[in-house]
């Protein structure tokens, strides 16, 4: 009974991991140690409309994360992920991997897109290249 309710309560708290309130949450695993920090003003020297690199991207909940995320190795590509239950997403369902491009409106494989911070709350996007980006910020503007 009692391990049933320890493990019950560090399922929660893995659960609660990956949304995206202002709370900070540290799951602690004997392997894998990580930390989620959502909703805070990107750091890093990063601004909106930079591009960011993969590594600092959890590619499930789309949001620059300002510190190296769990790599996550599907079919020979390397994406990335906050927490263990984003590492599972990444592993099983296809469409976290899949970006759609705001400009071209394409599909594009997050492992290749050009990442780029949209929002001073971390939200990203995945560009098909630097050009789409200039683009799609171009018709922005108009």
Not at 5 to 17: A, P
Not at 18 to 32: G, S
């Amino acid at each position: 009974m009692k391990k049933q309710l320890i493990t019950g309560v560090l399922m929660t708290i893995t659960l609660m991991s990956c949304k995206t309130d202002t709370k900070k949450m540290e799951v602690q695993k004997p392997i894998v140690e990580t930390s989620v920090e959502t909703n805070e003003e990107p750091s890093s020297g990063y601004k909106v409309g930079s591009q960011v690199p993969d590594d600092l991207v959890c590619m499930v909940n789309n949001a620059y994360m300002a510190k190296p995320q769990i790599p996550v190795l599907v079919n020979g590509k390397t994406y990335y992920g906050c927490c263990e239950m984003c590492v599972g997403t990444l592993n099983n369902n296809e469409s976290a991997r899949v970006g759609i491009d705001p400009f071209s409106k394409k599909p594009i494989d997050k492992t290749e897109a050009y990442i780029v911070l949209m929002k001073d709350e971390g939200d990203v996007a995945y560009f098909e290249s630097e050009q789409n980006f200039l683009n799609y910020k171009e018709t922005l503007n108009n």
